[in-house]
């Protein structure tokens, strides 16, 4: 009878104690947090991915559009050539339509407030830059990324190989790259 108290007892015991190893719980909890981090981290990838994108077709719009005016102007000054070449150039009707066309070729160049080529080219500047930043930002999430998914299978290969080091290792590697992360969304890597 005192083996069946003792093994009462034993059971009694046991259920007041936490379940499982407290070291692979806290693994557990480490390859949690990584896991999180890693889907902000994807989060933001996917936002830069995407304003890169935009940007890039934004641009190459802006750049097909300076180059339809572009090549507008250019017939018009094709036109101005050919009329000032006319024999009866003085003639006042051509001289209305060469400055019709040199009106056209300045507005094409430039027209503040509008979309010259002068402006079309600083909007397409601009977005080059937003295109450009944006593929930084891509980067810095992918190399978060990276570091974030070695740090969870190093945790998990830690919890198998009871190794501990490399549950250290996970966290250290987890936490530069979620600062690191942090910096690409606050702009200052």
Do not use: C
Request: hydrophobic share 45%; aromatic share 6%; charged share 20%.
């Amino acid at each position: 009878m005192s083996e069946s108290m003792e093994r009462a007892h034993e059971t009694m015991h046991a259920e007041h104690r936490p379940h499982g190893d407290p070291w692979a719980r806290g693994v557990a909890v480490l390859v949690s947090f990584l896991a999180a981090a890693l889907a902000l981290a994807e989060i933001g990838g996917k936002s830069a991915q995407n304003a890169y994108l935009t940007n890039h077709i934004a641009v190459s719009d802006d750049w097909a559009l300076y180059q339809a005016k572009n090549l507008r102007q250019t017939i018009r000054g094709s036109e101005v050539s050919v009329l000032e070449n006319l024999p009866n150039a003085a003639d006042p009707a051509i001289q209305a339509r060469i400055k019709e066309a040199r009106e056209y070729q300045a507005r094409m160049r430039d027209e503040p407030g509008r979309d010259g080529m002068k402006q079309m080219a600083q909007q397409a500047a601009q977005r080059t830059h937003d295109r450009d930043h944006a593929f930084h930002l891509y980067h810095g999430y992918e190399y978060t990324l990276g570091a974030l998914e070695i740090a969870i299978v190093l945790a998990s290969v830690s919890v198998v190989t009871r190794m501990k080091p490399l549950t250290i290792a996970a966290g250290l590697i987890g936490l530069a790259a979620g600062a690191f992360g942090l910096g690409v969304a606050l702009g200052m890597v």
